[in-house]
T-cell receptor, first 114, second 113 residues
Protein backbone atom coordinates (compact mmCIF):
# COMPACT_ATOMS: atom_id res chain seq x y z
CA UNK A 1 0.00 0.00 0.00
CA UNK A 2 1.33 3.38 -1.00
CA UNK A 3 2.07 5.73 1.88
CA UNK A 4 3.00 9.36 1.43
CA UNK A 5 4.71 11.28 4.22
CA UNK A 6 5.36 14.99 4.36
CA UNK A 7 7.91 16.58 6.64
CA UNK A 8 7.70 18.91 8.44
CA UNK A 9 4.02 18.94 9.38
CA UNK A 10 4.25 22.68 10.04
CA UNK A 11 6.80 25.34 9.23
CA UNK A 12 7.00 29.00 10.20
CA UNK A 13 9.52 31.27 8.49
CA UNK A 14 10.15 35.01 8.17
CA UNK A 15 9.36 36.69 4.90
CA UNK A 16 12.09 36.46 2.28
CA UNK A 17 13.49 33.11 3.36
CA UNK A 18 14.04 30.25 0.96
CA UNK A 19 12.52 27.00 2.15
CA UNK A 20 12.18 23.34 1.29
CA UNK A 21 9.21 21.05 1.84
CA UNK A 22 9.75 17.32 1.77
CA UNK A 23 7.61 14.47 0.50
CA UNK A 24 8.45 10.77 0.62
CA UNK A 25 6.57 7.77 -0.72
CA UNK A 26 6.96 4.06 -0.08
CA UNK A 27 6.19 2.59 -3.50
CA UNK A 28 8.35 3.91 -6.33
CA UNK A 29 5.95 2.59 -9.00
CA UNK A 30 4.43 6.01 -9.58
CA UNK A 31 3.56 7.72 -12.83
CA UNK A 32 3.77 11.31 -11.69
CA UNK A 33 3.77 13.49 -8.60
CA UNK A 34 1.78 16.67 -8.08
CA UNK A 35 2.25 19.45 -5.58
CA UNK A 36 -0.87 21.31 -4.48
CA UNK A 37 -1.61 24.34 -2.40
CA UNK A 38 -4.68 24.50 -0.18
CA UNK A 39 -5.88 27.56 1.69
CA UNK A 40 -7.98 26.92 4.83
CA UNK A 41 -11.32 25.36 3.92
CA UNK A 42 -10.69 25.91 0.23
CA UNK A 43 -9.99 23.80 -2.83
CA UNK A 44 -6.77 22.35 -4.20
CA UNK A 45 -4.65 24.50 -6.48
CA UNK A 46 -2.20 22.53 -8.58
CA UNK A 47 1.29 24.03 -8.43
CA UNK A 48 3.54 21.63 -10.30
CA UNK A 49 3.35 18.19 -11.85
CA UNK A 50 6.47 16.08 -12.38
CA UNK A 51 6.30 13.05 -14.63
CA UNK A 52 8.11 9.94 -13.36
CA UNK A 53 10.72 10.36 -16.10
CA UNK A 54 11.53 13.92 -15.06
CA UNK A 55 13.88 15.13 -12.35
CA UNK A 56 12.47 18.59 -11.74
CA UNK A 57 9.95 21.22 -12.74
CA UNK A 58 10.00 24.97 -12.21
CA UNK A 59 7.27 27.58 -12.08
CA UNK A 60 8.19 31.08 -10.99
CA UNK A 61 9.58 30.94 -7.46
CA UNK A 62 8.73 27.25 -7.14
CA UNK A 63 10.97 24.34 -8.01
CA UNK A 64 10.01 20.72 -7.48
CA UNK A 65 12.38 17.79 -7.74
CA UNK A 66 11.71 14.07 -7.93
CA UNK A 67 13.97 11.15 -7.08
CA UNK A 68 11.74 8.24 -7.93
CA UNK A 69 14.20 5.50 -6.99
CA UNK A 70 14.61 6.84 -3.47
CA UNK A 71 10.94 7.75 -3.14
CA UNK A 72 11.45 11.44 -2.49
CA UNK A 73 10.35 14.81 -3.78
CA UNK A 74 11.07 18.31 -2.59
CA UNK A 75 9.31 21.60 -3.18
CA UNK A 76 11.62 24.59 -3.02
CA UNK A 77 10.07 28.02 -2.51
CA UNK A 78 12.35 30.98 -3.10
CA UNK A 79 11.99 34.37 -1.44
CA UNK A 80 8.88 33.39 0.51
CA UNK A 81 6.05 35.88 0.91
CA UNK A 82 3.16 36.11 3.41
CA UNK A 83 0.81 35.20 0.56
CA UNK A 84 2.56 31.83 0.34
CA UNK A 85 1.03 30.87 3.69
CA UNK A 86 -1.09 27.77 3.10
CA UNK A 87 -1.01 23.99 3.39
CA UNK A 88 1.11 22.29 0.74
CA UNK A 89 0.16 18.76 -0.27
CA UNK A 90 2.03 16.32 -2.42
CA UNK A 91 0.23 13.51 -4.21
CA UNK A 92 1.58 10.54 -6.13
CA UNK A 93 -0.23 9.04 -9.08
CA UNK A 94 -0.39 5.25 -9.26
CA UNK A 95 -2.39 2.66 -11.09
CA UNK A 96 -5.74 1.76 -9.59
CA UNK A 97 -8.03 -0.70 -11.32
CA UNK A 98 -8.23 0.35 -14.95
CA UNK A 99 -7.43 3.95 -14.11
CA UNK A 100 -5.05 6.08 -12.11
CA UNK A 101 -5.57 7.70 -8.74
CA UNK A 102 -3.78 10.09 -6.42
CA UNK A 103 -2.55 9.26 -2.93
CA UNK A 104 -1.98 12.35 -0.85
CA UNK A 105 0.31 13.18 2.02
CA UNK A 106 -1.07 14.96 5.06
CA UNK A 107 0.50 18.23 4.03
CA UNK A 108 2.86 20.84 5.43
CA UNK A 109 1.25 23.93 6.96
CA UNK A 110 3.43 26.87 5.96
CA UNK A 111 3.27 30.24 7.70
CA UNK A 112 5.32 33.11 6.30
CA UNK A 113 5.57 35.95 8.78
CA UNK A 114 5.84 39.55 7.56
CA UNK B 1 -10.20 28.58 -19.31
CA UNK B 2 -13.11 26.49 -18.13
CA UNK B 3 -12.57 24.64 -14.89
CA UNK B 4 -14.25 21.78 -13.06
CA UNK B 5 -17.61 22.85 -11.66
CA UNK B 6 -19.10 21.36 -8.54
CA UNK B 7 -22.53 21.97 -7.11
CA UNK B 8 -23.69 22.75 -4.59
CA UNK B 9 -20.72 24.42 -2.95
CA UNK B 10 -22.18 23.99 0.51
CA UNK B 11 -24.74 21.50 1.76
CA UNK B 12 -26.20 20.95 5.19
CA UNK B 13 -28.09 17.75 5.88
CA UNK B 14 -29.36 15.90 8.90
CA UNK B 15 -28.40 12.38 9.89
CA UNK B 16 -30.08 9.67 7.86
CA UNK B 17 -30.90 12.07 5.02
CA UNK B 18 -29.73 11.75 1.43
CA UNK B 19 -27.40 14.06 -0.50
CA UNK B 20 -26.46 14.35 -4.16
CA UNK B 21 -23.28 16.08 -5.24
CA UNK B 22 -22.70 17.04 -8.86
CA UNK B 23 -19.53 17.46 -10.86
CA UNK B 24 -19.12 18.95 -14.33
CA UNK B 25 -15.68 18.17 -15.78
CA UNK B 26 -13.62 20.39 -18.00
CA UNK B 27 -14.94 20.22 -21.60
CA UNK B 28 -13.52 17.23 -23.51
CA UNK B 29 -12.40 15.54 -20.28
CA UNK B 30 -13.94 12.07 -20.13
CA UNK B 31 -12.48 10.90 -16.81
CA UNK B 32 -13.82 11.94 -13.42
CA UNK B 33 -12.49 11.22 -9.93
CA UNK B 34 -14.09 11.78 -6.51
CA UNK B 35 -12.09 12.44 -3.34
CA UNK B 36 -13.19 12.99 0.25
CA UNK B 37 -11.29 15.22 2.66
CA UNK B 38 -12.35 14.99 6.29
CA UNK B 39 -11.53 17.78 8.78
CA UNK B 40 -7.77 18.01 9.20
CA UNK B 41 -7.24 15.03 6.91
CA UNK B 42 -5.68 14.47 3.51
CA UNK B 43 -7.96 13.81 0.53
CA UNK B 44 -8.89 10.15 0.09
CA UNK B 45 -9.79 8.60 -3.25
CA UNK B 46 -13.40 7.39 -3.46
CA UNK B 47 -14.18 6.38 -7.03
CA UNK B 48 -13.38 7.16 -10.66
CA UNK B 49 -15.12 6.89 -14.03
CA UNK B 50 -13.92 6.75 -17.61
CA UNK B 51 -16.32 7.00 -20.52
CA UNK B 52 -19.30 6.48 -18.21
CA UNK B 53 -17.92 3.27 -16.75
CA UNK B 54 -16.58 2.88 -13.23
CA UNK B 55 -12.84 2.37 -13.50
CA UNK B 56 -11.67 2.18 -9.89
CA UNK B 57 -13.11 2.16 -6.41
CA UNK B 58 -11.44 3.25 -3.21
CA UNK B 59 -12.66 3.52 0.34
CA UNK B 60 -16.22 4.42 -0.59
CA UNK B 61 -18.95 3.29 1.82
CA UNK B 62 -21.72 1.06 0.47
CA UNK B 63 -24.14 3.87 1.35
CA UNK B 64 -22.55 5.94 -1.43
CA UNK B 65 -23.05 5.41 -5.13
CA UNK B 66 -21.92 7.36 -8.14
CA UNK B 67 -22.31 7.43 -11.87
CA UNK B 68 -21.13 9.29 -14.91
CA UNK B 69 -23.65 10.41 -17.49
CA UNK B 70 -23.55 10.67 -21.28
CA UNK B 71 -22.46 14.32 -21.09
CA UNK B 72 -19.61 13.18 -18.77
CA UNK B 73 -20.90 14.94 -15.70
CA UNK B 74 -20.92 12.81 -12.57
CA UNK B 75 -23.09 12.58 -9.49
CA UNK B 76 -22.20 11.22 -6.07
CA UNK B 77 -25.24 9.98 -4.17
CA UNK B 78 -24.94 9.58 -0.43
CA UNK B 79 -27.67 7.95 1.63
CA UNK B 80 -28.26 7.38 5.34
CA UNK B 81 -25.88 10.19 6.10
CA UNK B 82 -23.77 9.97 9.23
CA UNK B 83 -21.98 12.66 11.19
CA UNK B 84 -18.68 11.23 9.96
CA UNK B 85 -19.64 11.98 6.37
CA UNK B 86 -19.09 15.68 7.05
CA UNK B 87 -16.21 16.56 4.76
CA UNK B 88 -15.07 18.43 1.71
CA UNK B 89 -15.81 16.42 -1.43
CA UNK B 90 -13.64 17.11 -4.44
CA UNK B 91 -14.19 16.15 -8.00
CA UNK B 92 -11.32 16.10 -10.48
CA UNK B 93 -11.22 15.48 -14.20
CA UNK B 94 -8.57 14.49 -16.72
CA UNK B 95 -8.45 14.11 -20.51
CA UNK B 96 -8.48 10.36 -20.81
CA UNK B 97 -7.71 7.11 -19.06
CA UNK B 98 -4.07 7.61 -18.27
CA UNK B 99 -1.72 9.16 -15.71
CA UNK B 100 -2.68 12.65 -16.79
CA UNK B 101 -2.80 15.69 -14.58
CA UNK B 102 -5.97 15.78 -12.54
CA UNK B 103 -7.73 19.13 -12.41
CA UNK B 104 -9.67 19.71 -9.24
CA UNK B 105 -12.93 21.51 -8.67
CA UNK B 106 -13.54 23.88 -5.73
CA UNK B 107 -15.20 21.16 -3.69
CA UNK B 108 -18.55 20.71 -1.97
CA UNK B 109 -18.57 21.15 1.77
CA UNK B 110 -21.06 18.74 3.28
CA UNK B 111 -22.08 19.22 6.89
CA UNK B 112 -24.19 16.54 8.53
CA UNK B 113 -25.94 17.59 11.75
Amino acid sequence: KQEVTQIPAALSVPEGENLVLNCSFTDSAIYNLQWFRQDPGKGLTSLLLIQSSQREQTSGRLNASLDKSSGRSTLYIAASQPGDSATYLCAVCRRGGSNYKLTFGKGTLLTVNP
Amino acid sequence: AAGVIQSPRHLIKEKRETATLKCYPIPRHDTVYWYQQGPGQDPQFLISFYEKMQSDKGSIPDRFSAQQFSDYHSELNMSSLELGDSALYFCASSPGQGPYEQYFGPGTRLTVT
